[in-house]
Every structure is written in structure tokens, then in C-alpha cells.
């Protein structure tokens, strides 16, 4: 089992940043894929960006350039730094630990960007 507990979201203006962080606890080996995901009210959850253990990263083209996702693996936590955002960023973000077939997510975080 892997516990996710996510924390930074919050309101901020269009243009603003904000700095999402996800702690993994619990049942981690090497060989795992972390993310994050956000679903819009009325929308499907989509795949913001991903990092593999070995630091390989995957972007939705809709943040790349302005998003950053990161991990410190000694401390089994995953960042997204979201910059220049949009409105139509605002969304419930998700952080996601994926591991062979096994996905674990978080209890997700609010992200809201007022225009």
C-alpha cells in the first residue's frame, strides 16, 4: 500500500504560481512513475505531467513551459510548480503513484486561478 498526502493548492490570480507538493509513504520501490492529474468541473481527469524515478519527465501540452514537476526521491516527494497561470487551470489536481499495475492517488488539492 501507498499513501499519498498533497498539500500547496490554493486561489491565486492569473499570471500568479503556486507550488504543489505530494508526500508518498508507505510500500515505495524503485521502478515508479509519480504525477499528477487534475479534473475541471463537468471534465475527465487528464495528465498534467509525470516523473519516473530516474527523472524522466512527461508534460500535457497545455503546461508545457509553464509547469515543472520535480521529485526528491530520498524524501518520496513529487513537486509541481505551476507558473503563469490561467483560469482555465482551475481544477482539483491529483497527485499519483504508479508502480507495475498498481496506481495509488491522493485525496486531492484545489487549485483556483481567478481572471
Known amino acids: 500500500q501507498v499513501q499519498l498526502v498533497e498539500s500547496g493548492g490554493g486561489l491565486v490570480q492569473a499570471g500568479g504560481s503556486l507550488r504543489l507538493s505530494c508526500a508518498a509513504s508507505g510500500s515505495i520501490f524503485r521502478g515508479n512513475v509519480m504525477g499528477w492529474y487534475r479534473q475541471a468541473p463537468g471534465k475527465q481527469r487528464e495528465l498534467v505531467a509525470a516523473i519516473t524515478n530516474g527523472g524522466t519527465t512527461n508534460y500535457a501540452d497545455s503546461v508545457k513551459g509553464r509547469f515543472t514537476i520535480s521529485r526528491d526521491n530520498a524524501k518520496n516527494t513529487v513537486y509541481l510548480q505551476m507558473n503563469s497561470l490561467k483560469p482555465e487551470d482551475t481544477a482539483v489536481y491529483y497527485c499519483?503513484?504508479?508502480?507495475?499495475?498498481?496506481?495509488?492517488w491522493g485525496q486531492g488539492t484545489q487549485v483556483t486561478v481567478s481572471s
Open positions: 499519483s503513484f504508479t508502480l507495475g499495475r498498481y496506481d495509488y
